[in-house]
């Protein structure tokens, strides 16, 4: 590790701000997403983003930025008061549906910027330039839902406040799904507990016998401004996209202020409600862990369960 990295700076400024890229055309999730952004799929009683918002502003970064593109007005006025509802709502003296659609919009200072042309995830973050300035920055992807109690965006927050450059979150996948991931090789760091390693290089979706390890870039991340510089720089990689994946590389390999990556390698709860069965399991387990349908769902899939 660089010097600079490994050197606690009291004068570094801690991450604020929270980005979330969310123009992506969600063919994965084909046809439910012809005529519905992705991020608006419900997962028990919310859509997907308002898990990730949540999740941002539990971390503390009140001010997100949504990258958002064409098709994705949902999520602007799903973000927004609703006062129409709210007098339907209230002439009926039903206050507690009044707070669930007002919990959305209370979440914190939700802004927007589109892409105007789908250039890559790499192309999506360079987007947030201006918002984001000169100073660190968390990427969250909304595909990615992580257990709200796990506190990984925090611990990653916190690793970066005290290590400088970048942080990202990797977790353990299995050897035949490393393909469909960023794929990074790492070494322990001195001094620091051993699920905060350094990333020595990362890969975008490589073939299977090309990977470096198993430790796939799940989607958080909190990153250095320098990465804006880098990702200019960046040539269109894997599937012709700007890759961010590619940028991190660059910070990895490169030394100076901003530069060098470091990994939080994540064992808790994660789904990827952008794939059909990772969002039927989230639906599932945030279904059975949800304050009032939790024990009757529990209890007829027992039932549904036994008779498989
Ligand atoms: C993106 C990133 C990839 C990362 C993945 C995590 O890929 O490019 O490096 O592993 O998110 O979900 P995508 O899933 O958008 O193809």
């Known amino acids: 590790m660089t010097e600079q990295s490994t050197a606690a700076s009291p004068t570094r400024p801690r991450t604020r701000k929270a980005v979330i890229p969310a123009a992506g055309l969600g063919t994965r999730f084909l046809p439910a997403t012809k005529a519905m952004p ?8 919310r859509p997907a983003i308002e898990y990730v918002v949540a999740e941002a502003v539990s971390a503390g970064l009140g001010d997100v930025l949504m990258i958002t593109g064409r098709n994705k007005r949902a999520l602007e006025d799903h973000f927004d008061r609703h006062p129409a509802l709210e007098q339907v709502l209230e002439a009926k003296g039903d206050t507690k549906r009044i707070d669930l659609i007002r919990a959305s919009d209370l979440v914190g200072d939700i802004h927007y910027v589109r892409q105007g042309e789908a250039l890559g995830l790499g192309h999506a973050v360079g987007c947030a330039r201006r918002h984001v300035g000169d100073e660190p920055f968390a990427v969250l992807l909304g595909d990615d839902l992580i257990g709200e109690d796990e506190g990984l ?10 290590l400088g450059g970048s942080v990202i979150a990797l ?6 799904a490393v393909s469909a991931y960023g794929v990074a ?7 620091e507990d051993d699920d905060v390693v350094a990333v020595t290089s990362l890969v975008e979706k490589p073939a299977r016998g090309d990977a470096p ?22 040539a269109p990689g894997r599937g012709g996209e700007i890759q961010l994946t590619d940028a991190l590389q660059t910070l990895a390999a490169g030394e100076g202020e901003g530069f060098g990556v470091h990994a ?11 794939d059909k069965l990772g969002y039927l399991q989230a639906v599932v387990e945030l279904g059975v862990r949800h304050p009032e349908l939790g024990g009757d769902l529990r209890e007829w899939l027992k039932g549904f369960a036994a008779g498989l």
Do not use: C, W
């Not at 992705?38 to 009683?45: A, G, R, S, T």
């Not at 965006?153 to 005290?162: K, T």
């Open 38 to 45: 992705k991020e608006m799929l419900p997962v028990v009683d």
């Open 264 to 274: 939080v390698v994540f064992r808790g709860r994660r789904y990827d409600t952008g």
């Open 213 to 234: 390890s198993n430790l796939a870039i799940i989607g958080r991340y909190v990153l250095a401004p320098q990465v804006f510089e880098v990702l200019e720089r960046t």
């Open 185 to 191: 090789a790492v070494a322990p760091v001195d001094g």
């Open 153 to 162: 965006l925090a611990r990653m927050i916190d690793v970066q406040h005290r």
């Open 171 to 176: 977790m353990e996948v299995p050897e035949d």
